[in-house]
């Protein structure tokens, strides 16, 4: 799946329009039937859950013959309420209420500003809806909702609401209270910045009102590129898509803001992204499948053998942080590599003996803490002759002329590397990434936010506001896969390409996870795939892991642990 940025989205739109003719009303037509479509199927969904109705029911099939008229009883109790901007935004909200009205729901448009203001397609869905009879207000004074009446708001939210208490009557005679559900249609991808007033104030009310909330697009307030949310953004439970997937939407706290995300085609044909050259990608199977070209089944040739699966060497671990190498090379063995080395200091090794008996592990440091010395690069350099993929860092600690040390490994190793926790903090200090040559071979950095923020010179907060942004032009700019961790782990190519995670869960926040992940990403280079490929389906398999490792576990899932999310691989 497609993700595209708003300027993306704008480019495909026009050649739609100008190159293959498709009529910007018919794109516009499409966008608003397709909102109205899931307010319905959303609508219908309610009622079978209330009147536990099996869901499926949302098309007829009499007789063999089959329509699109829903099925939704009792609609006369639906109400809802349309919030119209002034740009082609609220147009696909003109054209939705059509079809609302056509299928019996009750709706009722509200303007941010005189309608009057509507220009082009959106005057003309405005003169189409008012000419259907459909009933219509300006926003004004009396809409507006102040947090202190939430309390009552919450009480009432939901469909069936019974209104009880003083406080609840008065709040049931304001406006909002007549609705049962908004559709946001006041801002999408034409927006920039905070929502100016009247905006703000509507944005704020809806929330407040406590009714579902249907996104058109995006929900409004979001910036549609990086996932940040205006003080006042929309909070809602489905945002209906259109078209192409936006980037702000895969990326927290957009995500949250919008709810469920449902990407609705308008006619604009897929095969335009192609050819316009967009690279970036939802991880799917499908993606993973034709767009990575990776065999996912993860079959295993009849005739293999451990040597046909490769060698990873695991450099890290010391006495202070054991489990980490440790992890990393189990990952690396269940993952799939035919053979996996750890190299570790000595004294550690003495304790390690017999906890992985599958692995092979190499003294490489005689620190009598069981600490790393920079003296070993050559000794490291010599033993890496024998593997395939090396993945530096994990429990590695820092050290006396780190920079120094890893510098030989990153310039003497002709290897596939891939560089984690510490191995990235060295990287990012002054001797570092910028100064130091491009590898041949492909080189793969795992970094979670903070240590991002290191090699990047800037903050953690800079870092989230822009994910995608700040991956894309790092991998870029270093020659370097680069795997930017947490929620929603987003993967870039040097040559520009993105590919963002679903896969996950809550409960993989815990110290390990990241070794784990290492050794899921080594493991896969060794058994043949590039950086890249080893990244996408990397992150796509560790996440898969720690939602099975969730599912196992019969307690609260902050129980989860690094060695649990291994177990599930
Ligand atoms: N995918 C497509 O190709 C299609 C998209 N459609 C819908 O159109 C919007 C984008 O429409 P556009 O007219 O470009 O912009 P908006 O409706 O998002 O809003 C522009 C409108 O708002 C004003 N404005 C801008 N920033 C602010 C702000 N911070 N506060 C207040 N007002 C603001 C600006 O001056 C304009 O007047 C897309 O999201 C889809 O929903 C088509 O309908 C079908 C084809
Ligand atoms: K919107």
């Not at 009396?142 to 609840?168: D, F, M, P, R």
């Not at 579902?212 to 909070?235: K, M």
């Not at 991998?475 to 520009?496: C, D, E, Y």
Request: glycine share 12%; aromatic share 4%; proline share 4%.
């Amino acid at each position: 799946m497609y993700i595209v940025t708003a300027q993306q989205m704008r480019d495909l739109d026009q050649y739609t329009i100008e190159q293959l003719g498709i009529p910007a009303m018919s794109l516009m037509e499409s966008a608003g039937k397709a909102i109205a479509e899931e307010v319905i199927a959303w609508c219908g969904g309610q009622q079978e859950e209330q009147a536990d109705v099996p869901r499926g029911r949302a098309l007829t099939n009499e007789g063999g013959i089959r329509s699109d008229e829903r099925v939704i009883p009792d609609r006369s109790r639906q109400h809802w309420l349309v919030l119209v901007g002034k740009g082609n935004n609220g147009g696909d909200g003109l054209v939705a209420v059509r079809y609302l009205m056509d299928a019996g729901i009750a709706v009722t448009l509200l303007y941010a500003q005189d309608p009057q203001e509507l220009t082009g397609h959106a005057a003309a869905q405005r003169d189409a809806a008012h000419r259907s009879g459909i009933a219509y207000r300006v926003w004004s004074e009396e809409w507006n909702l102040h947090a202190e009446t939430e309390e009552g708001n919450k009480q009432e939210s939901g469909i069936n609401h019974t209104a009880s208490g003083s406080k609840q009557a008065e709040h049931n005679q304001h406006p909002w209270s007549n609705y049962t559900g908004i559709i946001d249609a006041l801002l999408g991808t034409g927006s920039k910045g905070e929502p100016r007033e009247p905006y703000a104030s509507i944005i704020r009310s809806a929330n407040i009102s406590g009714k579902p909330i249907i996104a058109a697009d995006i929900p409004s307030g979001l910036n549609a590129d990086t996932g940040e949310v205006a003080e006042n953004c929309i909070q809602a439970q489905v945002t209906v898509c259109l078209a192409f997937l936006k980037q702000g939407l895969t990326q927290y706290p957009g995500a949250t803001a919008a709810g469920e995300v449902v990407v609705r085609s308008i006619g604009i044909p897929r095969s335009t992204a192609k050819q316009a050259g967009l690279r970036a990608h939802l991880i799917t199977d499908d993606v993973l499948r034709d767009v990575l070209q990776i065999d996912t089944s993860r079959a295993r040739a009849i005739d293999g053998h451990k040597g046909t699966y490769g060698h990873v060497m695991v450099i890290g671990g010391s006495m202070k942080m054991s489990g980490a190498g440790l992890m990393a090379s189990r990952s690396a063995l269940r993952i799939g590599s035919g053979l996996v080395s750890w190299a570790l200091p000595e004294q550690l090794m003495k304790h390690m003996v017999g906890h992985v008996p599958e692995l092979m592990m190499i003294p490489a440091s005689e620190d009598p803490d069981g600490q790393w010395k920079a003296d070993t690069a050559q000794t490291i350099v010599e033993q890496t002759a024998k593997a395939d993929v090396l993945a530096i860092g994990p429990g590695l600690g820092r050290f006396e002329d780190d920079n120094e040390w890893l510098r030989t490994l990153w310039e003497e190793t002709q290897q596939p590397l891939v560089l984690d926790a510490d191995g990235l903090n060295i990287l990012s200090e002054a001797e570092g990434l910028s100064r130091w040559p491009r590898r041949q071979a492909d080189t793969v950095l795992t970094p979670h936010p903070g240590e991002m923020a290191r090699l990047a010179g800037v903050s953690t907060a800079d870092i989230q506001r822009d994910r995608i942004g700040i991956a894309r032009d790092f991998a870029s700019k270093h020659g370097v896969v680069l795997v930017l961790k947490g929620a929603r782990t987003i993967v870039a190519s040097p040559q520009g390409d993105i590919f963002v995670n679903t896969t996950g869960h809550p409960g993989m926040a815990t110290g390990g996870s990241g070794d784990v992940l290492t050794g899921v990403i080594s493991g896969l280079m060794a058994q043949g795939l590039s950086g890249l490929q080893a990244a996408a389906f990397g992150v796509h398999l560790h996440g898969h892991a720690g939602e099975e490792a969730a599912r196992k576990r019969t307690g609260n899932p902050a129980s989860l642990l690094a060695g649990d999310i291994i177990e599930s691989l």
